[in-house]
């Protein structure tokens, strides 16, 4: 099992809400990821970090913001919540460098904007 | 990336060896074959991947025919709680740049029955 923790699991929250999803990792892995995804649908990169103090946007245009302070713990912000943001978030870890990168998930945040 | 195909949905009985075929026909050289699967509403969970030769661990093996066009996932013996969608899909080994996002696809919908 990977060690990559998401909290909270399920969050209902209301609209203008300033919200926070915690991810942590003990992999020591340097690269780590937030996807968005809604039921059924493909998976969409949002935000990526290499290390401490890198934070840069994915694929997908998203009004949320991240950090990185330290290595193992991967914030996302939204500093507004609208219903527009339901959705699940993912966060994931890998290394950096080597044959293969193979990328970690956490469980999963569920939030729901009313 | 490779695309890679797989048949939408598969059954099989509990106890049974699951075979979960994958076609990559345009794979590259430089190109790993990554599994992964989500149980409904969980994030994904990565299950094995390999370049030329067959790979096993405690999860799955992994079989890479000889020309790297296709391959096969094999859970050895299936129980209800591989019921999930099983994503395959081929990429090369990052070395760290940019924003490697993953991209699943439809997978196939693996139906374990008692």
């Known amino acids: 099992e990977a060690d990559i923790y998401q909290t909270p699991r399920y969050l209902v929250i209301g609209t203008g809400k300033k919200i926070t999803l915690e991810c942590s990792q003990t992999?020591?892995?340097?690269?780590m990821y937030w996807y968005q995804q809604d039921p059924g649908m493909e998976l969409h990169l949002i935000h990526y970090?290499?290390?401490?103090?890198?934070?840069e946007k994915g694929d997908l245009s998203s009004e949320s913001t991240v950090s990185r302070i330290r290595t193992e713990h991967f914030p996302l912000t939204l500093e507004s919540a609208r219903p527009s943001h339901t959705s699940q978030y993912l966060c994931?870890?890998?290394?950096?460098?080597?044959?293969?990168?193979?990328?970690?998930f956490g469980p999963g945040t569920r939030l729901l904007v009313l | 990336d490779a695309k890679t195909t797989q048949p939408p949905s598969m059954d099989c009985a509990e106890g049974r060896a699951a075979n979960l075929p994958c076609n990559h026909s345009?794979?590259?050289?430089?190109?790993?074959v990554y599994w992964y699967r989500q149980i409904h509403s969980q994030g994904p969970q990565y299950i094995i991947h390999?370049?030329?030769n067959n790979e096993t661990n405690e999860m799955a093996s992994l079989i890479i025919t000889e020309d790297r066009k296709s391959s096969t996932l094999i859970l050895p013996h299936a129980t209800l709680r591989d019921t999930a969608v099983y994503y395959c899909?081929?990429?090369?080994?990052?070395?760290?740049?940019?924003?490697?996002?993953?991209?699943f696809g439809k997978g196939t919908h693996l139906i374990i029955q008692p």
């Open positions: 345009t794979i590259s050289g430089n190109e790993y």
């Open positions: 994931a870890s890998s290394e950096i460098g080597g044959a293969s990168q193979t990328q970690y």
């Open positions: 992999m020591g892995h340097d690269k």
């Open positions: 899909i081929v990429r090369v080994a990052y070395s760290g740049g940019g924003a490697d996002g993953l991209t």
């Open positions: 390999g370049l030329k």
């Open positions: 970090s290499y290390g401490v103090n890198s934070t």
